[in-house]
T-cell receptor
Framework: KNEVEQSPQNLTAQEGEFITINCSYSVGISALHWLQQHPGGGIVSLFM???GKKKHGRLIATINIQEKHSSLHITASHPRDSAVYICAVKLSGSARQLTFGSGTQLTVLP | DGGITQSPKYLFRKEGQNVTLSCEQN?????MYWYRQDPGQGLRLIYY???????QKGDIAEGYSVSREKKESFPLTVTSAQKNPTAFYLCASSISRGNTGELFFGEGSRLTVL
């Protein structure tokens, strides 16, 4: 079983819709990252959080440490939000930098 | 502007050939990483380096080699010993390895074995 599970794997939405992508992990972590991978392959960091909630523009990320769960929300979605969204965790006490989920492919239709 | 530059973006290799992927950063970061991405899978760590002249194997180091002679450079060589080298390769850096801070990624290099 993967230590980091994302759902859904694929998501198609209409422009303007509210979108939620989920990430669950099975072990203790010190931090969780949300990343965005563009169609060309480059990756940018959206959020790093260890508790609570962060907001940047139309993006909101939340984490519940007790439930080992995080969500990424996109309000008023736009076709330019179409990308792969990746959850990654820094495992507590692990020598590795990050463990990555397999990503959620989001397509926003005009 | 500060960032990470990977080259080439696309590379084709014949079986039995070694190829080297370049990764350069001007962020003054100590830690650098190489990841491999295959369809439907999460990124997997190949090698990482915390400091110049030091590097460590990641989860899938077999068939790969790296060097870290300069702080800003961390090239990855895909050797002929790598049995399934066709993949997308991403280089990343962070301020330091022990830090849980932000990772910065390059645009990636797509290697195809003919």
């Amino acid at each position: 079983k993967n230590e980091v599970e994302q759902s859904p794997q694929n998501l198609t939405a209409q422009e303007g819709e509210f979108i939620t992508i989920n990430c669950s992990y099975s072990v203790g972590i010190s931090a969780l990252h949300w990343l965005q991978q563009h169609p060309g392959g480059g990756i940018v960091s959206l959020f790093m959080l260890s508790s609570g909630k962060k907001k940047h523009g139309r993006l909101i990320a939340t984490i519940n440490i007790q439930e080992k769960h995080s969500s990424l929300h996109i309000t008023a979605s736009h076709p330019r939000d179409s990308a792969v969204y990746i959850c990654a965790v820094k495992l507590s006490g692990s020598a590795r930098q990050l463990t990555f989920g397999s990503g959620t492919q989001l397509t926003v239709l005009p | 502007d500060g960032g990470i530059t990977q080259s080439p973006k696309y590379l084709f290799r014949k079986e039995g050939q070694n190829v080297t992927l370049s990764c350069e950063q001007n962020l003054n970061h100590d830690a650098m990483y190489w990841y491999r991405q295959d369809p439907g899978q999460g990124l997997r760590l190949i090698y990482y380096s915390q400091i110049v002249n030091d590097f460590q194997k990641g989860d899938i180091a077999e068939g790969y080699s790296v060097s870290r002679e300069k702080k800003e450079s961390f090239p990855l060589t895909v050797t002929s010993a790598q049995k399934n080298p066709t993949a997308f390769y991403l280089c990343a850096s962070s301020i330091s390895r022990g830090n849980t801070g932000e990772l910065f990624f390059g645009e990636g290099s797509r290697l195809t074995v003919l």
